[in-house]
């Protein structure tokens, strides 16, 4: 099988099961809301986001694992394969002693990281027991999914993920709802949090070991391996400083609304950005699989062939988010009453700069694709000025505007390192070629894509004045407008980009081309 057919299946797979998902986790946190609260949920979501800095201590590694499987994998080299997974292995025991180690500290300041809410501090600890088992059952077991994501067959992982991920749900929906004490609600929650994580380690290695009967992985030998792959070692070091960017650009944001504003508040943002991240699953299920295939691509070493790709599926992928982002600006709110009530609303200069957030962070994942690919980890510096500018521009603009001020302090910093820094990096060390028709390209497609945009605002203000859209009083009749918001939009923008990008009609074909070998 081909890597276009294969990308296209764990796209399709992906796609599939997290259409599923996707309504059980709004019905999850609608239920979670009424019978857990707000305060609790809150405090879920920092405890969750405190075991996100200690991710840290994971520097990057399955990315590097990844990046040293690619080249073994295309040549069948199983002796390599072993070895590298192994030195995967034993480097994620160490990094799991280092987390426990952290955690025990942290488990001391905790009546101090939640002095302000009003709950009993039991509650915190249990929490944050709970997400820090989960964590370390992916460093103690589950490590060995790289491989299947490496050789293209992250589909499996996909089936496994999301289809516990709804049995979680599900049960957890059913025991806080028969559970009358909140406490006995809570505990029961916590509890399926980590008896599925560990499920699901189990199930992923149990699929590996199964696909691959092949594969010895010694822990034991992984000190000895890790001197032969130096690369690794290499390039975790590297991604070491990445990982502390990121880990601060998904992190840092709520714990400032907090020490800003409350927990209340950060609901209340965790609310949007449940609807967010399910955009980064749509977009990634979407385009699952084709990590893999970008770095297969360019370990083929034809770099006109790369860029070519690349310079396609830039139009498609800005395109295909457009879509998102447009449809979400617009109609979140009403889904958000909807969902959990009017009282949950943010303000619409904050939505909007969420939505540009958003859009930028996911462009971020395709500039990233092809640095991995490229295993470009090399500008260690960038994530460091990104990681201050980021900090340092919540604070001091969240100071003045509040939620406006914090997210927009990360929508700044973003923009200026993917858009700017990011692009030039992989164009002038991946690509060796100058940046300029990339500029040219970008500036072009946005202009198209911001016409596309105030097109379609006026002709769905025009349908509004005449009564041609229902009130949004429902879900069926909010996802009637959804669909007729993002159509409008659709056909606009289609019409716009075929008409005036030729990669966009080169894609196009590509992708007929695909089906019609089939």
Partial sequence: MSIAKKSFKNMRVAFSLFLINLVITFLARRYFLDNLGSEILGMNTIAMNIIGFLSLAELGIMNAISY????????????????????????????AYIIIL?????????????????????????????????????????????????????????????????????????????????????????????????????????????????????????????????????????IFFHQVGGIIITQVTPIIIYSYISLYTVTKYENYMIIVTAIYSLVGATFAGIQAGIGNLIAQGDKNKVITFFNQFLVFRYWMISIICFTFYLQSEYFITLWIGSDFIIEK?????????????????????????????????????????????SIILGKYFGLFGIILGSA???????????????????????????????????????????????????????????????????????AIVAVIYILVSVLMLLVFNKDMRAFSLRVKNMFISK
């Fill in 68 to 95: 040293a499987l690619y080249k073994p994998i295309s040549k069948n080299d199983r002796e390599s394969i072993s070895e590298i997974i192994s030195v995967q292995g034993w480097i994620y025991r160490k990094v």
């Fill in 102 to 238: 952290c955690s025990i500290i942290i488990f001391f300041c905790l009546p101090v990281l939640f002095s302000k809410t009003i709950l009993p501090i039991w509650y915190a600890y249990v929490a944050f027991t709970s997400f820090l088992i989960s964590s370390l059952s992916t460093y103690f077991v589950s490590y060995v999914q790289v491989l299947l994501v490496a050789d293209l067959q992250e589909y499996k992982v996909n089936y496994i993920n999301q289809l516990m991920k709804f049995t979680k749900y599900v049960l957890q929906i059913f025991v806080i709802i028969l559970v009358e004490n909140i406490e006995n609600k809570f505990l029961a929650w916590c509890f399926i949090e980590v008896i599925l994580s560990i499920l699901i380690a189990l199930l992923i290695k149990y699929v590996v070991k199964r696909d691959y009967p092949w594969l010895v992985i010694n822990l034991s030998n992984g000190k000895i391996l890790r001197n032969k792959h130096t690369e690794i070692i290499t390039k975790i070091k590297q």
């Fill in 349 to 393: 200069q904050v939505l909007f700069v969420l939505t540009l957030y958003a859009f930028i962070r996911l462009a971020r994942s395709f500039i990233d694709s092809f640095l991995v690919g490229y295993g470009l980890f090399g500008d260690v510096y960038a994530p460091i000025i990104e990681s201050v500018m980021t900090i340092t521009l």
């Fill in 412 to 482: 700044i910093s973003l923009f200026i390192m993917v858009i700017g820094w990011k692009a030039y990096f992989l164009f002038s060390r991946g690509f060796s070629v100058s940046i300029d028709l990339y500029i040219k390209k970008l500036v072009i497609l946005s202009i198209t894509l911001l016409i596309s945009i105030m097109c379609s605002i006026f002709i769905i203000d025009k349908l509004q004045a005449f009564n041609l859209m229902m009130d949004n009083v429902s879900f069926i009749k909010w996802a009637i407008n959804s």
